[in-house]
């Protein structure tokens, strides 16, 4: 079965410093998303993306963050200067857009997350 | 402000037992309605509802969606120990922007 997968499974990194989280979207799939979960707190929209461009974007996506697709597989999330706050699990997702009769069905597929500490 | 409110926060009942989880939403410009089970890392997809009253079923699983009363339900019946997860209900807006709620906590005793 398909499924969305992310690297790393887990990264350590001293504040101040760049990161790139890494996804890889189901092939088929047209819109991709980025969402964080600070431990113990509810899943939070970071940024949607289609056709090679941001659709929306929360108020948390501020320009410490940028979002790129670079080679048509990769989608990546990119998080400058990192800051303590910014520890989070960083989940990527896809969704794909089926019709089915009358009815639009979308389903969306989460990747495994990204743990990200900052220290 | 956009916002997503489930109930119960957290959930104990025995293997066997029925549950009814609650969602109810005040988000502009909704698109559809969607619930995830989450255990120990990513949220996996259970249903998406975009039309009122129309139940969508997956085995013990079923939920519809009342956009008079702006909520939705998730029922799980014949629980099993297996369904311990925390149970998230999130809005999609037209705009793509998602809004999630803090999520139910479902714990089933044996």
């Known amino acids: 079965e398909p499924e969305v997968t992310q690297t790393p499974s887990h990264q350590v990194t001293q504040m101040g410093q760049e990161v790139i989280l890494r996804c890889v979207p189901i092939?088929?799939?047209?819109?991709f998303y980025w969402y964080r979960q600070i431990l113990g707190q509810k899943v939070e929209f970071l940024v949607s993306f289609y056709n090679n461009e941001i659709s929306e974007k929360s108020e948390i996506f501020d320009d410490q963050f940028s979002v790129e697709r670079p080679d048509g597989s990769n989608f990546t999330l990119k998080i400058r200067s990192t800051k303590l706050e910014d520890s989070a699990m960083y989940f990527c997702?896809?969704?794909?857009?089926?019709?089915?009769?009358?009815?639009?069905?979308?389903?969306?597929?989460f990747g495994p997350g990204t743990r990200l500490l900052v220290l | 402000e956009d916002k997503v409110v489930q109930s119960p926060l957290s959930l104990v009942v025995h293997e066997g037992d029925t549950v009814t989880l609650n969602c109810s939403y005040e988000?502009?410009?909704?698109?559809?309605l969607l619930w995830y089970k989450q255990e120990k890392k990513a949220p996996t997809f259970l249903f998406m509802l975009t039309s009122s009253g129309i139940e969508k079923k997956s085995g013990r699983l079923s939920s519809i969606l009342d956009k008079k009363e702006l909520s939705s339900i998730l029922n799980i019946t014949a629980t099993q120990t297996g369904d311990s997860a925390i149970y998230l209900c999130a809005v999609g807006r037209r705009d793509d922007k998602i809004i999630f709620g803090k999520g139910t906590r479902l714990h089933i005793l044996p």
């Open positions: 988000v502009t410009n909704f698109r559809s």
């Open positions: 092939s088929n799939h047209l819109y």
């Open positions: 997702a896809s969704r794909e857009v089926l019709q089915g009769g009358t009815t639009l069905q979308e389903t969306q597929y």
